[in-house]
């Protein structure tokens, strides 16, 4: 009896030592401050009736190492009434005796920030487990809390969980974007424990044997892994996204996305779990996709096929004024919003014309990666000058070529804008301007009465020795290449 009080107030004193920081239904608790060199110290992060979606890092603690987590949820109905649980557990162990402070910290849970007013932690010799035996040499606890010096016998529960790529889209044009997204899915009624293992580095390989050599690539980029419901064949997973990218095929050649490993940690259970005994066993399973091909077909036939961008787009535009006079100069905005490969889009060119002075736009672009596409803005804002008096349109300067896929046709975007010039032609006015230098500056001037050339003897004396002596040295020339 004894025993068995001591070891009831032993989990009075664990209870009472737990603080709690709680909001309206998310709560960070403290485990058990005074602990073994063998014993861990806990920090566990719970849920109430909500799913633990995404979390921020546990907190470092000087003296400790962390050790894996654990989750469990708990499920209870009261009076025809649910009301479920989801905690989440992160294992420290000491690395040496002392005392140590876990200083006040935050956590976001579920997008909201929580606090927790740290503790001081003890940390002692390591804790032996101490049996009493009756008169035949056998604790009567012993059953129920651990059995004796027997090894402990462990067993595999099968994962009910697989990893996948899928595809948006598994046919697209040459240009067209797609997004692959690798994912790890646990259904809903697993009762497998697992945890991701070494993902930085596993991510780093994945990417590497997935990407495409012929592809741009758009990376959504996922920084923090967190699961989100998702029904499949009428049942429900948690899925947990593990890479997410937008490609965007560069030649006629089909994507081929070969099978993916992913390594897990999953725990073996104790088959006879005890109450102070070891009841998991860390062990390792890699699941694997199944291989994936998108076939890549080409553009219809197009004088541009193969310079046009491929998407859905749409035109904004701003302009400075409408109304001006030659030599007065005018901005002008073309900005390409929508869904596609916005780096890749190339500036809308202005049609050669001496009616106007275009200059080489300021270019700017946007882009947006999120909810699995890939959109965005890429703006091209001209300077112009117009040089001749007269009504303008400006389609017929600016238009932009594309090929829509959702449509299966090329498109055009055109400006809608007009342009009034009013003033003087410029053009004599750029003739004027340019220096023609210093011998034609004296025309003006210069007699324009025609001069004889027979008084100028020496002129015609010194041409014709000129001449004599050239066709002396050709003769000599001849008869020597001929001797």
């Not at 420290?92 to 935050?106: C, D, H, I, S």
């Not at 909201?112 to 606890?141: H, L």
């Not at 991510?203 to 959504?220: A, G, L, M, Q, S």
């Not at 007009?418 to 025309?443: C, H, M, P, W």
Request: aromatic share 12%.
């Amino acid at each position: 009896m004894k025993l068995t009080n001591k070891l009831l107030l032993g989990c009075a004193v664990i209870l009472i030592s737990t603080s709690s920081i709680f909001s309206q239904n998310v709560s960070i608790k403290i485990g058990q401050n005074e602990i073994g060199l063998n014993q861990y110290f806990t920090i566990t992060i719970q849920v109430e009736n909500d799913r633990l979606k995404q979390y921020s890092e546990f907190p470092d603690i000087e003296g400790f190492i962390k050790r894996g987590t654990s989750s469990s949820t708990t499920t209870n109905y009261v009076n025809g009434r649910m009301s479920s649980t989801q905690s989440l557990t992160q294992n420290y162990q000491a690395t040496e005796k002392g005392n140590f402070l876990l200083p006040p910290f935050f956590m976001t849970v579920n997008g909201e920030e929580v606090k927790s007013e740290g503790t001081q932690i003890v940390v002692g010799e390591p804790v032996q487990r101490q049996t009493r035996r009756n008169s035949i040499g056998r604790d009567p606890f012993e059953e129920f809390f651990g059995g004796g010096n027997e090894p402990e016998e462990f067993v595999d529960i099968k994962a009910d969980a697989f990893v996948a790529l899928s595809v948006d889209k598994s046919e697209v044009y040459v240009g067209e974007g797609f997004t692959a997204t690798l994912a790890f899915y646990v259904a809903e009624a697993n009762r497998a424990e697992m945890r991701f293992f070494d993902l930085a580095n596993q991510i780093t390989e994945i990417v590497k044997t997935v990407k495409p050599p012929n592809c741009w690539e758009e990376n959504f980029s996922i920084d923090q892994i967190s699961g989100d419901p998702v029904t499949i064949g009428g049942r429900n997973y948690t899925r947990y996204k593990i890479y997410q990218t937008a490609y965007y095929p560069l030649t006629l050649q089909d994507i081929d996305f070969p099978s993916i490993g992913l390594k897990m940690i999953k725990y073996k259970v104790a088959k006879n779990p005890s109450f102070f005994g070891r009841n998991r066993q860390e062990d390792y399973e890699t699941f694997y996709s199944k291989e994936k091909t998108v076939k890549v077909k080409d553009l219809p036939a197009h004088p541009l096929k193969d310079q046009v961008a491929v998407g859905s787009y749409r035109l904004d535009e701003e302009i400075s004024t409408e109304s001006l006079a030659t030599g007065q100069s005018f901005n002008y905005s073309f900005n390409i919003i929508g869904e596609g490969n916005i780096s890749a889009i190339e500036a809308p060119s202005p049609k050669a014309d001496d009616s106007f002075d275009f200059y080489a736009p300021n270019v700017t672009q946007r882009v947006n990666r999120a909810a699995g596409k890939v959109t965005g803005v890429k703006s091209y804002d001209f300077y112009a000058i117009p040089n001749e008096p007269g009504d303008y349109r400006l389609s017929d300067f600016f238009s932009w070529v594309y090929f829509d896929p959702s449509s299966d046709s090329y498109d055009t975007l055109k400006s809608s804008y007009s342009l009034n010039v009013t003033g003087e032609s410029r053009k004599n006015l750029a003739i004027a301007s340019n220096d023609l230098g210093d011998f034609y500056d004296q025309i003006a001037t210069a007699d324009n009465e025609l001069q004889p050339i027979d008084g100028n003897d020496w002129v015609t004396i010194i041409v014709n020795i000129f001449i004599a002596l050239t066709l002396g040295l050709t003769a000599y020339l001849l008869f020597k290449k001929t001797a």
